[in-house]
């Protein structure tokens, strides 16, 4: 049987990275190819990470030597010869799920088995548009709630936003005092004029690309022309705010977010719940 061997770019030491250097020990590694930065200089693709990372990531020599002090695993820094030999060998590949492996599999390694582990080790183009349920609770709550839901689902239907309709209510001290919808800007029919920008990606990528006033910027913008404080207040969304959204609530000092149904993107949930926000997931 063929060895296994292994290929990632790995920047900085942490957790993720020795995680993955654990699988590879796990797996019976024969070698760890290790793909250095300036081997990725060249590739367009990873123009953003070059620029990214050219002023704090280390060198593979530097990797390597950090590496040879948690694991015995060969490590080899991967350039044209160890390409050539990489290429040469007929074992499966094991690489951590991202784009930098995605790509240079198809590019360098077609047709052989590739083995993608799934681990954490950064936020890139194969996770960026992950997205999954918001780890909350769904419960029954008190008819105050069910009538405001009702107001907040008639306000969605204000919005001309053909993609998605999202209403919601600001409420402090047991008060609606404000109401919006995702509305577009400087026209609400911008996207009907000249078309969506966000309907040329799937949903959870290219989140900034976006023309409207999301539901939750009109809530907060209204309280603050109102001379209203949201310290302590609580909203009622349709779905699930979007990362810059929910990092808009936090600051606004909102402790608690009602909402129908929606999807978490870069653990939009998790931020939410370490900055103190209760999340509650009503059904009606």
């Not at 290790?34 to 002023?55: A, G």
């Not at 094991?94 to 052989?112: N, V, W």
């Not at 913008?221 to 929910?246: H, M, N, V």
């Not at 990092?247 to 909102?254: E, M, T, W």
Request: with cysteine; charged share 25%; aromatic share 10%.
């Amino acid at each position: 049987m063929d060895n296994m061997i292994a290929v990632c770019h790995i920047p900085v030491i942490h957790k993720g990275y020795l995680d993955f250097v654990r699988t590879c020990e796990a797996r019976s590694v024969e070698t760890l190819y290790l793909v250095d930065l300036e081997f990725l200089r060249p590739e367009e693709e990873f123009d953003y990470l070059v620029r990214k990372n050219s002023l704090h990531a280390l060198s593979a020599v530097e990797i390597r030597q950090a590496l040879q002090q948690y694991t015995k695993l060969p490590i080899v820094i991967l350039n044209d010869d160890a390409l050539r030999a990489l290429q040469a060998s007929e074992g499966e590949v094991l690489m951590p799920k991202e784009d930098i492996s995605t790509f240079l599999a198809g590019k360098y390694l077609p047709g052989r088995t590739v083995l993608y582990e799934n681990v954490f080790l950064r936020w890139n183009r194969e996770n960026l548009g992950e997205t999954k349920e918001p780890d909350v609770l769904a419960v029954n709550l008190p008819e105050f709630v069910t009538t405001t839901f009702h107001q907040v689902l008639e306000e969605a239907t204000k919005s001309a936003d053909w993609w998605r309709s999202v209403g919601g209510a600001l409420v402090k001290d047991g008060q609606v005092i404000a109401m919006a919808h995702n509305e577009h800007m400087p026209h609400e029919q911008l996207p009907n004029l000249y078309g969506d920008t966000r309907a040329l990606f799937k949903k959870g990528v290219n989140i900034n690309y976006v023309t409207a006033a999301h539901a939750e910027v009109g809530l907060i913008a209204a309280a603050a022309k109102a001379g209203i404080s949201t310290e302590g207040g609580e909203l009622f969304l349709t779905d699930f705010p979007c990362p810059y959204c929910a990092r808009l609530v936090a600051k606004a000092g909102i402790k608690k977010i009602y909402f129908l149904k929606g999807y978490a993107v870069l653990e939009g949930d998790e931020f939410l719940k370490g900055e103190g926000v209760e999340l509650v997931q009503v059904g009606l």
